[in-house]
């Protein structure tokens, strides 16, 4: 390989294979061959993740569990068990770093990889994934390109176990009739707005007058929209995302209408939420609360006090009366409370956040549709 063609290779992304239920397999090796979910057991639980058998009877992530029953009604349902899950992506990324310096870790099954000064990086990939499936006993697709945009629909193109590299132009021309939604960040929204001017395809979108984005979208999401199309993008791997925000929320199993129940819900979520802000040494100034009611309305409150917090007293009361200022007028399917303007703090105590709580840090590859 010449040093042009390295210098196109820029980035790797690496996502393992169905994760979730590859590692179930691991201790139920019975199932294998067999449709899997892995899926919470609440009444509007949703699929975490399912076996290739599985969706093949059209089961995929984030399905309601209940609809993913019905399709296949033989298949084997899973609760989820996120810390086996987290030792084994532990397991996976600790080989990743051995190969390769810099390692952006974007979840528990993926992350990117920067391929610079790698002398032959598709040997080195090939190492890799070697080195995964004799340890973990996982497999794992690969997509390498120039930026993590080309890498990232690359490892999504040939699943499972796909090897798939591509310059910018061979991505352009492969996904050339391919829906605008292929590409990360381009949401059902923004693909509806896309139809509605006629660009069903990336190529279409890629080749659309700029000004004609622009209008349509703004400035910044317009001309995006084109240059995601393109594949064309800047992100660094291993940059520091800037989280903006930290949340909590939660779905309930049943709609709940009584103003202590929620009350009680959104105060223990507003100390959750304190203490992975204490934990990690942020603050912030905007308090808010996320309500959803039982017909799906969604309604956000939000208030901006003098100075930074992570104090959970003022959080929990700033919150709570936003709550009763709303005073939901019908049963409660869904309620969270939110910290913003983010901003780092020297900030003592408090305890770890529960286990399955997340931070709200927009990926570098998301765009805000």
Do not use: W
């Amino acid at each position: 390989m010449d040093s042009a063609q390295r210098t196109e290779l820029r980035v790797a992304h690496l996502d393992a294979d169905a994760f979730y239920v590859s590692v179930e397999l691991l201790r139920h090796p019975e199932l294998r061959g067999r449709p899997v979910v892995v899926a919470g057991s609440g009444p509007r639980a949703v699929v975490t993740t399912a076996s290739y058998e599985a969706r093949r009877y059209g089961i995929g992530s984030a399905m309601p569990a209940a609809r993913a029953r019905r399709l296949c009604p033989d298949a084997v349902f899973l609760t989820p068990d996120f810390a086996t899950y987290r030792e084994a992506s532990g397991r996976m990324m600790d080989l990743v770093r051995a190969h390769v310096e810099r390692v952006e870790v974007v979840g528990l099954d993926e992350a990117y990889l920067d391929l610079e000064g790698l002398y032959s990086p598709r040997a080195a990939m090939r190492r890799v994934l070697a080195e995964i499936s004799q340890a973990t006993q996982l497999t794992c697709s690969v997509g390498i390109g120039p930026n993590k945009l080309v890498a990232k629909v690359a490892s999504d193109a040939e699943k499972p176990a796909g090897f798939v590299v591509l310059s910018r132009e061979q991505a352009r021309e492969r996904f050339a009739s391919a829906a605008p939604g292929l590409v990360p960040g381009i949401g059902p929204k923004t693909a509806a707005r896309l139809a509605a001017l006629g660009l069903t395809t990336l190529a279409a979108v890629g080749s659309a007058p700029e000004q004609l984005l622009v209008e349509r979208f703004g400035s910044n999401l317009g001309r995006e929209l084109g240059r995601r199309a393109r594949f064309e993008h800047d992100g660094v791997v291993g940059a520091a995302r800037k989280v903006v925000s930290e949340s909590r929320e939660r779905t309930f199993d049943r709609d709940i209408g009584d103003a202590a129940q929620l009350s009680e819900a959104l105060s223990r979520m507003a100390g959750e939420l304190c203490a992975g802000l204490a934990l990690h040494g942020r603050r912030g100034r905007t308090i808010g609360i996320k309500v959803r009611l039982d017909d799906f309305t969604t309604v956000t409150r939000a208030h901006t006090v003098a100075e930074a917090t992570c104090d959970v007293e003022l959080v929990t009361a700033v919150a709570l009366r936003l709550l009763r200022e709303y005073s939901p007028p019908r049963p409660v399917r869904l309620l969270g409370v939110r910290v913003a303007g983010l901003a780092a703090g020297e900030v003592t105590g408090g305890a770890p956040p529960s286990p399955g709580q997340t931070e709200d840090a927009d990926s570098q590859l998301a765009l805000p549709v």
